[in-house]
């Protein structure tokens, strides 16, 4: 996947092997002691997502939560105050 877009969070059921992450555009796997992975990275607009979903409901993988990751304020360096 491209940077830009939105940053996702994407919380399964299991351990995903790391070939997961090429099949899924890139996106960082990050194993849990619970059993579960999180799938964590940028996609480009809602399609996009809805291709990575998919992927996992055909893979047979059991989606926990999808949450965005808002991305820290960028501070104002203008000067200029209201």
């Known amino acids: 996947m491209t940077t830009g877009g939105a940053v996702y969070a994407i919380n399964v059921r299991g351990h995903l092997d790391d070939h997961w992450a090429g099949w899924l555009g890139g996106l960082t796997l990050t194993h849990h002691d ?6 964590t990275g940028p996609v480009v607009d809602q399609a996009d997502l809805h291709g990575v979903l998919a992927k996992l409901r ?3 993988i059991t989606l926990i939560a999808l949450s965005p990751i808002n ?11 209201e």
């Open 58 to 60: 055909d893979g047979g």
């Open 71 to 81: 991305p820290p304020a960028k501070p104002d360096l203008s000067g200029e105050k």
């Open 34 to 39: 619970d059993g579960t992975t999180t799938l």
